[in-house]
């Protein structure tokens, strides 16, 4: 399978900011064009969301998926994988933060999809390419203001 495809970005603000807004997995919605609804299907004994179904729109890709959530190596990292989806066979992924060099927050999005359709490999890279940038630049845009 295929290696993921990632990109980050530097948020003005602190860490504590910008992974509340990360791990608010119901608000996506509220900055996030391409993730028309979430539903919380089980938490853990924390009360975080540990499986969600998730109505995607990324333009040629929609979908309903239901995802696993990893804390595991939270809170610098937020991993998640494809439990089960109307077309994809694969979605994985993470949301890595750090504090950068000026006393912001560097987001480093990884995610790879697998779908149910023959799609050329260079095609499915474009269309990750282009989700992780557009969720990068909405949730900075959220945090920012």
Same mark, same amino acid.
């Given at each position: @399978? %295929?290696e993921?495809? =990632?990109?980050s970005?530097s948020?003005d603000a602190d860490?504590a900011?910008v992974?509340e807004v +990360?791990?608010d997995?119901?608000?996506? !919605? *509220?900055?996030? #064009? =391409?993730i028309?609804?979430?539903?919380?299907?089980?938490?853990? /004994?924390?009360?975080?969301a &540990?499986?969600v179904?998730?109505?995607?729109?990324?333009g040629v890709l $929609?979908d309903?998926?239901i995802l /696993?959530?990893?804390?595991?190596?939270? !809170?610098?990292k937020? *991993?998640? *994988?494809l439990?089960?989806a /109307?077309? +994809?066979t694969? @979605? %994985?992924g993470?949301y890595? #933060?750090?504090e950068?060099?000026?006393?912001? #927050?560097k987001v &480093?999005?990884?995610?790879?999809v697998?779908?149910? @359709? !023959?799609?050329p490999a @260079?095609?499915?890279?474009k269309?990750e $390419?282009?989700t992780?940038?557009l969720a +990068?630049?909405?949730?900075?845009n959220?945090?920012?203001?």
């Open positions: @399978m %295929s993921y495809s =990632e990109n970005i948020i860490l900011s992974r +990360l791990f997995l119901v608000g996506y !919605p *509220s900055w996030s #064009t =391409e028309k609804s979430v539903k919380v299907i089980e938490k853990d /004994d924390q009360g975080r &540990t499986k179904k998730i109505a995607v729109d990324a $929609r309903s998926v /696993d959530y990893d804390y595991s190596l939270a !809170p610098g937020l *991993s998640f *994988s439990d089960d /109307d077309l +994809l694969e @979605m %994985s993470a890595l #933060t750090a950068d060099e000026d006393g912001g #927050t &480093t999005y990884q995610m790879k697998g779908l149910s @359709m !023959p799609v @260079m095609m499915r890279q269309v $390419r282009a992780i940038d +990068l630049k909405q949730l900075k959220k945090i920012e203001g």
